[in-house]
């Protein structure tokens, strides 16, 4: 099932590196394309603040950001907005080779990952799922379906951008987790090239190819191609995934003041090998804990994961001469998604290994989902001071439509030991067929208010509408909706002085729910609120920005099982889970050669009975990754490391008899080198958990799913 249209990505890495040479007979190479990150050209920065993000990594060198939109859709400084913010720069997924969204995540503070699957994450923060990604600040669905983007190929990201507690004024609908914004690469204004091809442990080969800078002389029209293949095997039996990545976007100055973009954003993920479920039995069936290999799978030689999506989008974005700007954003996403697996349920015999209740299933998925956004911002003047104001409006209505294929035949799994599933036949015509539309829409408004030279108010709200309708078998089976759910968001920023500011942040989020009561009316979002508190600080000419922060996450609305009504269960409103600590951050470059992120995060969870809750989180991590220049100039040398450390997670009841699943603390521990060994080439070699360390990420089932062990990762990059 790895049939794949490499075609496409061969040909468009050969024109990539084809065109290199008209390219650059156009327009040199400046300072600032090389590799040496402490020499930028400042044509370089002055033309990324030139646009309207200010925010963008790429060419800094740093592991913090100026500027970010995430939380408010104002562009402000981590300093200046009123919630725990984080994000993990272009240059920290280059230095660590962090490859995908995942990877990303979990070097981030307040993060965990949470991988129970080889092809699924389920990420979380502050002890709730992540349930959506936004994409250039688009909302999509990601958590609870086969089909998200948190395995998305960073390639084509400048940034990862991290809102911690409840952040629903520009997404809408979520939990009080945190929004996650995969914010693409651009087009530059001078010309930047790269290839490169990586080599690494389990037969790992990745190619990519980064071409960007102006097509027309005068510079009004700009493209940039990125194109990226990636082949592994894996430490699990089975396993093996390829996944390609091909994204192209132009830009077009109409006038002085406005611009035009549009591009595809193609990414395609094959695995043969995929698992469903945890890959690894914790218990036997008489109560007894396993011990086996981190090799050990559920997955077989016939189970099949392929995920490929597309997405369209095209941005128009103008800035008036009073210092407002507007943007229009429109997206299109179209995916496609098979799937062919088992999964096993029960607890195998210790002496036979047999016991496996095995759940075949065989689906396809076609998704699609499409996205506009509009807004407008910029100064106004009031009572004599000047205050920001941004009003938008967005809307996604997604459609995702599933069909499963019945198994004609059910071989027995028979023995874990001698493990060699048989194929099963599936039906080629779907039996069961399952479609679902979501609409949502809102009007969001922010304004950032100048109180007083040190004192500044952010005050925000957002009224929503959502709806959901549901079909099984062609049949119509359900419809609800939710209007005028009104989001508020607010805080305050006290600048101490020109280093240190003190805030308070309050922000809320809905989530919608299907549950009934006993009227038969459908239950009221599940609505979390954030509290947020602390002292921010930005140093050495805010290239470093550092946090310490309490926060509260409160949960209302959940549903709780109420009576049997005509053989329907039904549902009242109660209150939920309480989740409350603090988190201490710092990042950016302390000095001219050393660039540093840090992060620790404690939390305490527990429901409407006080008794302790989301156990299977840790409630301590920590997070610290760094590079140093050991030599600088026309031979630099660049070596880092990174820790991930987290404390114990354990899961109730997950054994035949009641046992418990528990993991202890640990950290992995990861290094990197890099090394220029020609003025544009340079060679780099990643060495992740070093120390071989043996654990298990999450207990999300009732199985477990191992890190990867010790591996290594080597690159050769050439800039042009």
Do not use: C
Not at 690 to 710: E, I, M, Q, S
Request: glycine content about 8%.
């Amino acid at each position: 099932m790895l049939q794949r249209n490499k075609w496409v990505l061969t040909a468009s890495l050969v024109i990539a590196s084809a065109s290199t040479t008209a390219l650059r007979a156009e327009e040199a190479p400046t300072a600032g394309q090389s590799n040496d990150v402490t020499n930028l050209a400042p044509v370089t920065v002055t033309a990324e603040k030139g646009a309207l993000d200010e925010s963008v990594t790429e060419n800094t060198g740093s592991y913090t950001t100026s500027n970010m939109r995430s939380a408010t859709g104002l562009n402000l400084a981590p300093r200046e907005t009123p919630q725990s913010v984080a994000v993990i720069t272009r240059q920290q997924m280059d230095d660590f080779a962090l490859n995908d969204v995942a990877a990303a995540l979990s070097q981030t503070t307040g993060v965990s990952v949470n991988q129970a699957e080889s092809d699924r994450a389920f990420p979380s923060a502050r002890g709730f799922p992540i349930t959506h990604v936004q994409i250039d600040g688009t909302p999509v669905e990601a958590q609870s379906s086969v089909e998200g983007d948190f395995l998305a190929d960073t390639a084509i990201y400048d940034r990862v951008e991290v809102v911690r507690g409840a952040a629903g004024l520009l997404s809408g609908a979520g939990n009080p987790s945190a929004a996650i914004n995969l914010v693409r690469k651009r087009p530059t204004r001078t010309f930047q090239g790269s290839t490169s091809l990586s080599a690494g442990s389990w037969d790992k080969y990745r190619a990519e190819t980064d071409l960007s800078g102006p097509l027309t002389e005068n510079g009004h029209i700009r493209g940039r191609l990125v194109a990226a293949y990636q082949g592994n095997k894996s430490y699990m039996d089975f396993l093996h995934q390829q996944r390609e990545v091909l994204y192209g976007i132009g830009e077009i100055d109409l006038t002085e003041n406005t611009t035009l973009s549009f591009g595809l954003d193609y990414q395609n993920l094959g695995s043969d090998g995929t698992t469903y479920g945890e890959p690894v039995p914790l218990f036997f069936s008489n109560g007894q804990r396993t011990d086996f290999s981190r090799s050990t799978t559920t997955g077989t030689d016939w189970t099949v994961w392929d995920k490929k999506r597309s997405i369209y989008f095209a941005d128009l974005v103008h800035q008036f001469a009073n210092g407002w700007n507007a943007k229009l954003s429109v997206s299109h996403l179209q995916g496609d998604y098979f799937g062919r697996m088992q999964y096993l349920s029960g607890y195998i015999d210790q002496d036979t290994g047999t016991g496996f209740n095995s759940s075949l299933n065989s689906f396809s998925v076609d998704r699609s989902q499409t996205g506009v956004n509009l807004f407008a911002s910029g100064p106004f003047e009031f009572m004599g001071r000047e205050h920001e104001l941004i009003v938008g409006w967005n809307r996604a209505r997604e459609t995702n439509d599933r069909e499963w294929y019945d198994p004609v035949t059910r071989p027995d799994p028979g023995s874990f030991y001698d493990w060699d599933y048989p194929r099963p036949v599936f039906d080629e015509q779907a039996s069961r067929f399952r479609k679902a539309t979501t609409d949502q829409s809102g009007y969001y408004t922010a304004a950032r208010l100048s109180v007083t030279d040190a004192l500044a108010v952010v005050a925000g709200v957002r009224v929503s509408d959502w709806e959901r309708e549901e079909w099984v078998n062609k049949q119509k089976t359900d419809e609800y909706s939710h209007s005028d759910e009104v989001t508020p968001y607010g805080g305050v920023i006290y600048d101490i002085n020109d280093t240190y500011s003190l805030y308070a942040g309050y922000s809320q989020i809905f989530n919608p729910q299907s549950n009934r009561d006993v009227s038969n009316q459908v239950l009221a979002p599940i609505e979390g609120t954030s509290y947020d508190a602390g002292i921010k600080a930005a140093f050495l000419n805010e290239r470093v920005n550092a946090s310490l922060s309490v926060f509260r996450i409160e949960q209302d609305n959940v549903a709780e099982p109420d009576r049997m009504i005509d053989g329907e269960q039904r549902y009242r409103p109660r209150e939920g889970v309480v989740s409350k600590g603090f988190e201490a951050e710092v990042s950016g470059e302390v000095t001219p050669r050393a660039r540093l992120y840090a992060g620790y995060t404690h939390r305490e969870a527990e429901d409407a009975e006080g008794e302790a809750a989301l156990t299977y989180e840790p409630e301590d991590m920590f997070r610290l990754s760094g590079t140093y220049d050991l030599l600088d100039g026309p031979h630099r040398t660049v070596v880092g490391g990174a820790v991930r450390w987290q404390g114990d997670i354990y899961k109730e009841n997950s054994g035949p008899n009641g046992e418990k699943a528990e993991q202890g603390s640990y950290a992995v521990v990861d290094l990197m080198a890099r090394q220029e060994l020609l003025p544009d080439l340079t060679a780099s070699l990643n060495l992740n958990n070093l120390l071989d360390r043996t654990y298990y990420t999450t207990f999300v089932y009732n199985g477990g799913f191992y890190g990867a062990p010790r591996n290594a990762e080597v690159k050769l990059q050439y800039a042009f």
